[in-house]
């Protein structure tokens, strides 16, 4: 122990000098103020209530609807958007809903193909529990879409979306469906993505933006307007079947 403690002491040392001969920290300059978040009008009792909703949130059981072994590709979509016609509304103005010329092409789809506004289903699995929804489309007048998603669920199926818009275009990217919607304002478009929320067990809209549709088609990001759209009456799709 007495010759062990001379060298360490003379290592320490040699170490101790080293840390100031080379690659010490130097300093940047001033650091620039942080600017956080200031509250205004703090004495404003908050809201209580949405002023207007999407429909987010609201599932539905669609009735007498089975899904075999949990695999919604054996299920037949007119069926399926016929069956969902009877479940009533939760609120005035649900995505659900259908105007009543579009629920008359619906039940003539058997015998009018051609005339069906039932589009062909997408299918990916948007809740990553392993088993793929259904993603439907019904085509409404004023070229708007209402887009559906169902979601196998204890042998039967449930919609866990449900949203009517005038659309450009509907997107299937990774878990997310996006989708694209024309604006008043020239130059500009919303995007909306839903996601699956497994707290309220229904795709929401967890991002809402307007995107600048001009400058070389490059689409920049810019603040929502401070006043919130009406309900606007959603979608089309443009991704791969699998």
């Known amino acids: ?35 956080g ?9 908050p809201a209580s209530a ?3 909703d999407y429909g987010e949130g609201e599932t539905a059981r669609i009735p007498g609807i089975r899904v075999t072994g949990g695999d919604v ?18 609120r005035a103005g ?9 629920v008359k092409l619906v039940e003539a789809c058997r015998s009018v193909p051609r005339n069906c506004p039932v589009l062909p289903p997408y299918f990916r699995d948007l809740t990553g529990d392993g088993r793929d929804e259904m993603v439907l489309a019904v085509r409404m007048p004023g070229r708007q879409l209402s887009v559906r998603v169902y979601m196998p669920e204890s ?30 304002i020239t130059g500009y478009e919303y995007r909306t993505a839903w996601s699956w ?20 088609g490059r689409r920049t990001p810019v603040p929502r307007p401070s006043a919130p759209r009406s309900p606007r ?8 079947r699998r």
């Open 73 to 90: 590709r054996r299920l037949d979509p007119v069926a399926v958007v016929r069956a969902g016609l009877k479940v009533p509304p939760e």
């Open 50 to 52: 949405a002023p207007y």
């Open 94 to 102: 649900e995505g659900g809903e259908l105007p009543a010329g579009t």
């Open 1 to 35: 122990m007495r010759l062990r403690l001379p060298v360490l002491a003379t290592l320490g040392a040699v170490l101790l000098a080293g840390c100031g001969t080379g690659g010490e920290l130097r300093s940047a300059g001033r650091t620039p103020p942080a600017n």
């Open 37 to 45: 978040p200031v509250r205004l009008w703090p004495t404003l009792p």
């Open 197 to 216: 929320d497994g707290r309220q067990r229904a795709m929401l809209p967890t991002q809402d933006e307007i995107l600048r549709t001009r400058d070389g």
């Open 233 to 240: 009456p959603t979608a089309s799709l443009s991704a791969e």
């Open 155 to 184: 042998g039967g199926l449930t919609r866990i979306m449900s949203t009517s818009d005038a659309v450009l275009s509907v997107q299937l990217a990774g878990r997310d469906l996006i989708m694209r919607a024309p604006s008043a």
